[in-house]
């Protein structure tokens, strides 16, 4: 029997389905060994090496693979083909007593039994550059979170902590916001002229772009006025009418960003919702008779590289659904930006016959809008440039010069399966044509033709401050900056939501006050490592070690000998970044005094202002529910380890608590409450009698259930 050993549970069936009865494949649920939880495990004294250890919560797997590795004839590691997949690999062959140079490591960029039988017939030992550049991730990342957070709980406040890429995708946040701030708009006018040659149904928009030859600036009402008052009377001529062929070409297929990117603008999907939509695509869903088949490629890339036989798919799948003058005169080719790795294709579908359209009845709602998409950008990638007359007509009226374009398509090429417009941009987009006087289509004009003038449009505007990030756009950001790796960026910017670093403000983020604490410190103290250039060079050594095979262990040394220093300098330093503590309407039981809002170990809790007269503390409570035994107010509470729970504000007099909500419900079976659970937007009513089956869902309490 062969023994393979994956990493995700979700591909475990799609894989095996491929492999046949000689193989067994085993998950490895992700890492199995790494670093000490609670302890720095790096030796600082022998050369930064690290102290690994088998995961707490992995015992039992590794048993397991221990057992079945002893019974096994060939084992392949076949985990995620990366650099932490290498590494996983690398740790399995540690644990399992493996040759890291004995060919047991197997690679494949989609799971297909062509590429799953590819990668069987070409086995190969453990990369230990990639394994090497991993590590020296892990100690880095290591050494900055756990020197630099202690820091943070003492000089701000409790269980805060800091990261090498988290602290500096904070920064980026931190730093718009203190540009919008600091914004100061400066008003400006446009002025836009409704005109027509003879019939009033040809009416058409002409911008003001030039006065006396140079760029047209208006800056307040006066001189808008001024400039009315010279338009007014003279006649519009039209000075030059040019007409020429605009082609666009197909955008690239997704890299890991620009999938994210869209799939927020089109879609309206998080980062998290995106990236569980997308593993699941990659892993495999359930068609029916086939079983679970794998839809798309490695997810976690950041090239628009595409394989030959994927585009020779693409060709044959073009010629056949839209017809030959769709497929270009020559394939389309992608360059991968030079700072990318360039180990995976670009996302894209795995077979070009399994269409949205005939595997939907399969897939969830949101699986199937993110297929369609990958689906439909991989395919127009692939395709003929899309064509539009352009005409462009310049009028003159004195000294001024007014501007008027139509544009009208010809040929739809690459549009006919993809849209380029963003939903999230149309009012821009709007705002933009306005201004450069885009029109659908400009009626017959020709050189000398004097127009007719139906009303002028001025219009008083403001510049604006740059936008705040969303999730989207701070991808972006960190993938042009050369921060983090396509599969850091989720777990990065989630993380800053979780710990409450930022927060949103609809779909835009913004900095919270503890963010901009931690960032004001970081600031202060580490500004030479937490930055964007010190950390795209970082990016740039770790490349270096995974394709050079430079030393991690002396890049790492070279890092801390500074790193120390400022570690050292900071910690001296008795300055603190204390957030103050809030004010509330809410009165101390002890002496009167007003109440504040502080932070401590377990979170935020009530503390009296009168402190250290008073010392009067107690929990943020709110009401929840009606208590079931007494009828006083229910209270959310918090445990110490962080878990809610709710309690009766009777206590110790009524004894009443439930992990799950109460409600004030009655359950139409046995008569005993019922609680309420909310999960992704849905509510869900369970009795809370344990030998009662009772369970409903909804989206909402409902005035009429049963009481």
């Avoid at 519009?236 to 990117?261: D, G, R």
């Avoid at 569980?276 to 892993?283: D, I, P, R, S």
């Avoid at 199937?368 to 352009?390: C, D, G, P, R, W």
């Avoid at 529910?625 to 509470?637: H, I, N, Q, S, T």
Wanted: include cysteine; glycine fraction near 6%; charge should be positive.
């Amino acid at each position: 029997m062969n023994l393979v050993i994956i990493e995700g549970v979700g591909k475990q069936d799609t894989i095996k389905k491929y492999l046949g009865s000689n193989f067994e494949v085993v998950a490895t649920k992700g890492h199995v060994r790494d670093l000490p939880e609670k302890s720095l495990g790096v030796n600082l004294y022998e050369n930064f090496r690290p102290q690994y250890e088998i995961m707490p919560d992995k015992k039992d797997v590794v048993k397991m693979l221990q057992e079945k590795a002893k019974k096994a004839d060939k084992i392949y590691l076949a985990t995620d083909p990366d650099r932490e997949g290498e590494a996983i690999s690398w740790h399995l062959c540690n644990i399992l007593g493996l040759n890291e140079n004995d060919p047991v490591r197997i690679t494949f960029n989609e799971i297909s039994k062509n590429a799953i039988n590819k990668g069987l017939e070409n086995p190969r030992g453990i990369d230990l550059k990639l394994v090497n550049a991993q590590q020296a991730r892990r100690v880095l990342d290591r050494l900055v979170g756990y020197k630099i957070s202690p820091i943070l709980c003492k000089k701000i406040q409790p269980r805060l902590s800091a990261g090498r890429v988290q602290s500096v995708a904070l920064k980026l946040v931190v730093d718009r916001e203190h540009e919008i701030q600091k914004f100061v708009p400066t008003e400006y006018w446009t002025l836009n002229a409704d005109l027509y040659p003879n019939n009033i149904k040809d009416i058409f928009k002409a911008t003001l772009t030039k006065f006396k030859g140079k760029k047209a600036v208006i800056e307040n009402k006066e001189q808008m006025d001024n400039a009315l008052n010279e338009l007014n009377g003279n006649k519009f001529e039209v000075k030059s009418v040019k007409k020429t062929v605009q082609k666009t070409h197909a955008q690239a297929p997704y890299t890991t960003s620009t999938m994210q990117q869209e799939a927020l603008n089109k879609l309206g999907f998080n980062l998290k919702k995106a990236s569980f939509c997308a593993q699941e695509l990659y892993e495999g869903v359930n068609l029916g008779e086939e079983g679970k088949v794998a839809l798309i490629t490695y997810i976690r890339t950041d090239s628009v590289r595409v394989a030959p036989e994927a585009m020779e798919m693409a060709k044959q799948h073009i010629l056949a659904t839209y017809g030959e003058k769709y497929y270009p005169s020559k394939p389309n080719f992608y360059k991968t930006k030079d700072s990318a790795q360039d180990a995976h294709e670009a996302i894209r579908p795995i077979s070009l016959d399994r269409t949205p359209e005939k595997v939907k009845p399969y897939l969830n709602a949101d699986n199937y809008k993110l297929y369609k998409l990958i689906y439909n950008k991989f395919v127009a990638s692939q395709m003929a440039e899309a064509t539009h007359n352009l005409v462009v007509a310049e009028i003159q009226n004195g000294e001024y010069t007014f501007k008027a374009s139509g544009k009208t398509p010809v040929f739809d090429g690459f549009m006919a399966a993809y849209s380029i417009d963003k939903k999230s941009n149309k009012k821009v987009d709007n705002e933009e044509n306005e201004e450069e006087g885009l029109n659908d289509k400009l009626p017959p004009l020709q050189e000398g033709d004097v127009l007719n003038l139906d009303k002028f449009i001025p219009a008083q505007k403001f510049t604006k401050p740059p936008q705040r990030f969303t999730e989207a756009t701070l991808v972006k950001e960190m993938e042009d900056k050369g921060i983090g790796r396509p599969a850091t960026y989720t777990p990065t910017i989630t993380l800053l939501a979780s710990r409450h670093y930022t927060d949103k403000d609809g779909k835009y983020l913004k900095p919270t006050e503890l963010g901009e604490k931690i960032n004001e410190l970081l600031e202060s103290y580490f500004s030479d490592v937490i930055n964007v250039k010190f950390t795209a060079k970082m990016e740039s050594q770790l490349d270096d070690v995974a394709t050079q095979g430079i030393d991690w262990q002396d890049m790492v040394g070279i890092f801390y000998k500074d790193f120390s220093k400022l570690l050292y300098a900071c910690d001296k330093d008795s300055v603190k970044f204390k957030i103050p503590p809030k004010e509330t309407d809410v009165v101390c039981e002890k002496c009167g005094s007003k109440m504040v809002i502080r932070t401590g170990k377990y979170g935020e809790f009530l503390a009296c202002s009168n402190y250290p007269e008073c010392k009067h503390i107690q929990s943020i409570t709110k009401e929840v529910a009606k208590c079931p035994k007494c009828g006083k107010p229910v209270l959310e509470r918090k445990s110490k380890k962080g878990k809610i729970f709710y309690g009766c504000s009777g206590y110790p007099e009524c004894d009443f608590v439930s992990w799950e909500m109460p409600t004030e419900y009655k359950c139409p079976k046995c008569g005993e409450y019922l609680t309420n659970k909310k999960t992704y937007g849905t509510s869900r009513y369970k009795c809370s009698n344990p030998e009662c089956d009772y369970t409903k869902v909804v989206k909402k309490p409902k005035e009429s259930e049963e009481k």
